[in-house]
């Protein structure tokens, strides 16, 4: 989806490293996510976002964080790079919640670590 | 808890016959449904949701599917397979809980035989 974009969209690196994973969207929306997704494991999520002030961990958040430097920008951080860390990493987009809510994603960011 | 089960790692089918993609969920809510896209090295799709309203939602590209409460189902199909729906397809659930939580299944790989 054009709207949310993410770069790099492949990256490899060494352990150790610190990197960081950008998105950004032109939706409009309040709420971003960042996930990764393995295979055979569908997406898990690492972080997500209300809004600029509000940040929230998700179910893998251990080896990540986050900024959300504008409504628009919502950062992944890896600090410290390990192997296991080899993923597909989404971002989404979504508005503003309620039963109606859909989560709208770009087009990932395949990271490598050796 | 919720919990979406694809039925199926793998489904091929020759192109022109009909598509059947299995999903089961569970949740302690009314969810909302979702089915997602991922072609080759590409981004995530919404093809489809489901929200409380028809029972029997279509979506993009002639896929539909049919929320049936009593069967805890949300079964994806589309009556003629065409070459370009070869991808891989992913059941959601959500329910609100705090943020819309989202749990995504394991997804399900579509191969069709020319």
């Known amino acids: 989806d054009a709207d949310v974009t993410q770069t790099p969209r492949n990256r490899i690196t060494k352990t150790g490293k610190r990197i960081m994973l950008e998105c950004s969207q032109t939706?409009?929306?309040?709420?971003m996510y960042w996930y990764r997704q393995d295979p055979g494991l569908g997406l898990q999520l690492i972080y997500y976002?209300?809004?600029?002030?509000?940040?929230n961990k998700g179910e893998i958040s251990d080896g990540y964080s986050v900024s959300r430097q504008a409504q628009a920008k919502f950062s992944l951080s890896l600090e410290s790079a390990i192997p296991n860390q080899t993923a597909l990493y989404f971002c989404?987009?979504?508005?503003?919640?309620?039963?109606?809510?859909?989560?709208?994603f770009g087009p990932g960011t395949r990271l490598l670590v050796l | 808890a919720q919990s979406v089960t694809q039925l199926d790692s793998h489904v091929s089918v020759s192109e022109g016959t009909p598509v059947l993609l299995r999903c089961n969920y569970s949740?302690?809510?009314?969810?909302?449904l979702f089915w997602y896209v991922q072609h080759p090295n590409k981004g995530l799709q919404l093809l489809l949701k489901?929200?409380?309203?028809?029972?029997l939602v279509k979506g993009i590209n002639g896929f539909e599917a049919e929320f049936k409460k009593s069967e805890t189902s949300f079964h994806l199909t589309k009556p003629s397979a065409h070459m370009s729906d070869a991808a891989e397809y992913f059941c959601?659930?959500?329910?609100?809980?705090?943020?819309?939580?989202?749990?995504f299944g394991t997804g399900t790989k579509l191969q069709v035989i020319p």
């Open positions: 989404a987009t979504s508005d503003s919640g309620g039963a109606q809510e859909t989560q709208y």
């Open positions: 939706k409009g929306h309040d709420r």
């Open positions: 976002s209300f809004d600029v002030k509000d940040i």
């Open positions: 949740s302690s809510y009314s969810p909302s």
């Open positions: 489901y929200t409380s309203a028809a029972t």
């Open positions: 959601v659930v959500s329910e609100p809980w705090g943020y819309q939580k989202v749990t």
